[in-house]
């Protein structure tokens, strides 16, 4: 476990050193906080609920949400606790607002990806590729900025992406047999 957080470590003061630009300090706490409190993601799913021809693909992405959203922060960031990266790593600089819950896993990554994975498998292309790039760049954005470690951001990724993978299965399944009753 200690190689496992010194690697990590590793890589967030690499990401420090040698991505960080000054352009880029001014953009990525921009690009995590538009997914603070997953409000992309619940804005994506007003819209995809608002738009008739998804609104059952809306539907599908709120329940990945949900679970998600219960997976995360109702069940695991409670019971592991694990502390930010910026308070255990002094020489780790915090760029945007300070977050007030535990690092593991990833909330903004996890929100992202539960609702992108929902659009990725149920919409045309275009429209999944897109919301699966910004999920990456909000990914991305959480260890540049230094509010979470590598694992945290994976973990985040895979609970969204396994969420919206199962929503997703549910809903085809529901729409199939409700063609096959027609």
Partial sequence: MENL?????????WIQENLRTEWLDHIMPYV????????????GVIVLLLWT???KVGIT???SLAVEFTIVNLLIKPNVQRTRPFYVLEDLHLLGSLPTDFSFPSGHTGSAFAVATVMLM???ARYGVTAIVASALIAFSRLYNAAHYPTDVLCGMLIGIITGVIASLLYKKYQKKCNEGE
């Fill in 5 to 13: 957080n010194q690697a990590e470590a590793g890589i967030l003061l």
């Fill in 32 to 43: 995590s906080k538009i997914n603070d409190h997953g409000i992309l993601a619940i804005i």
């Fill in 53 to 55: 021809r998804y609104r």
């Fill in 61 to 63: 992405a709120f329940g």
């Fill in 122 to 124: 149920c919409m045309p």
